[in-house]
């Protein structure tokens, strides 16, 4: 049985009262690198987000779950199964979590455990994907710790900060 309860956190569906956290995170400059994002998102389009979250993987390719804290029930961070293929089996795999105190607090390495049992025992995956970009040192350390393997370097994939950054595609395949 997969739980997506951990010790610290517990993953949970997006819920309609999610707008302003969402909005945040998606207008959050100091995120954009991270999240691929060049504009700012309107809370008119976060709204129609949210009322089309009810889609599952299947029929949206893509999941995104909030990060809560058990203690406090407060979202934190997102985490999201994106490019979803039942096909082939595989799915890229994101996380964010939105303010710099809360990270490096083992918050992200237990959601992504669990996202990791939840692809690999629910959805029945074969193999995650993640883009990282080479200067992302925390999510580097964090993927490599579940096993995700540098499978190649996209030279000059990603231009913030009026320069180009490489980025590394990173694998995981089911054992």
């Known amino acids: 049985m997969v739980t997506l309860k951990g010790n610290t956190i517990y993953l949970r569906a997006l819920e309609p009262e999610d707008l302003e956290f969402i909005y945040h995170i ?33 029929e949206a390719k893509q999941l995104r779950l909030a990060i809560c804290k058990k203690d406090t029930f407060e979202a934190i961070g997102l985490i999201d199964l994106f490019d979803f293929d039942p096909k082939n089996k595989r799915a890229g795999v994101g996380i964010i979590i939105q303010n710099e105190t809360d990270r490096k607090s083992g918050f992200g390495k237990e959601a992504l455990g669990l996202v990791i049992d939840y692809a690999f025992q629910q959805l029945q995956l074969h193999q995650l994907f993640a883009n990282i970009g080479m200067e992302n040192t925390a999510s580097l350390a964090l993927f490599t710790t579940f096993g995700f393997e540098k499978i190649g370097v996209k030279k000059d994939w990603n231009f913030t900060n009026n320069r180009f950054h490489d980025e590394a595609l990173f694998q995981l395949i089911k054992k």
């Open 26 to 58: 998606e207008n959050d400059e100091n995120i954009w690198e991270v999240s691929n994002t060049q504009t700012p998102y309107s809370k008119f389009l976060i709204r129609q987000y949210l009322e089309n979250a009810h889609q599952d993987i299947y």
